[in-house]
């Protein structure tokens, strides 16, 4: 089955302990993005990906970093979590130049 | 700043109502229009899309109304069911540095009481 697969899906942590959430997909897809949700702002973009070793800045990266040395997968890291990013976070891929995304199933992260 | 606007925050109707979700966007270079469903615990799945050559598009119950001078594009929901409950988010698409940047809108919760 075609899937983005995010790792964990609840993750309680505290301020400052880094952690990683995992996503991988199996379509092949050359494009990765991650995003937060939060109520009343929709979903906004974190960081992106077009290809392995090819990553940028959405329009919120500020706190995450990235990685894309495989091209099914494209982990997000937060070095230093702070209470401002407890949020719920999606990784989604498409083919290059494709408009159809296919997201995950989502990632509840809480900092205390 | 938002780029996409998305109104109401939440709905409610009854079955067979049609709820009507509106969205407006500032930036012309938008090429494409798709609106997500999401329902609880799982992410957003593309519903339908509409391109701005185009006024209206229907897929079975859900229909996209665009009016590209206006800047603005809905969605209508036919004879609504409980199973259409859920966050609907309107989203606007543009070409740029090598990929199709996705702009959300801020969503609308809807709910079909029986």
């Known amino acids: 089955e075609a899937q983005v697969t995010q790792n964990p899906r609840y993750l309680i942590t505290v301020t400052g302990k880094k952690l990683t959430v995992t996503c991988s997909q199996n379509m092949n897809h050359e494009y990765m993005s991650w995003y937060r949700q939060d109520p009343g702002l929709g979903l906004r973009q974190i960081y992106y990906s077009m290809n392995v070793e090819v990553t940028d800045k959405g329009d919120v990266p500020e706190g995450y970093k990235v990685s894309r040395k495989e091209k099914r997968n494209f982990p997000l890291i937060l070095e230093s979590p702070s209470p401002n990013q407890t949020s719920l976070y999606f990784c989604?891929?498409?083919?290059?130049?494709?408009?159809?995304?296919?997201f995950g199933s989502g990632t509840r992260l809480t900092v205390v | 700043q938002q780029q996409v606007k998305q109104s109401p925050q939440s709905l409610i109707v009854q079955k067979g109502g049609i709820p009507i979700i509106n969205c407006a966007y500032e930036n012309t270079a938008f090429d494409y229009f798709p609106w997500y469903q999401q329902f609880p615990g799982k992410g957003p799945a593309l519903l339908i899309a509409i391109r701005p050559d185009v006024s209206e598009k229907k897929e079975g119950r859900f229909t996209i109304s665009f009016n590209k001078s206006a800047k603005q594009f809905s969605l209508h929901i036919m004879d609504s069911q409980p199973g259409d409950s859920a966050t609907y988010f309107c989203a606007a698409s543009s070409f740029s540095g090598g990929y199709n940047k996705l702009i959300f809108g801020a969503g609308t919760r809807l709910a079909v009481h029986p």
């Open positions: 989604a891929s498409s083919f290059q130049g494709d408009n159809g995304y296919t």
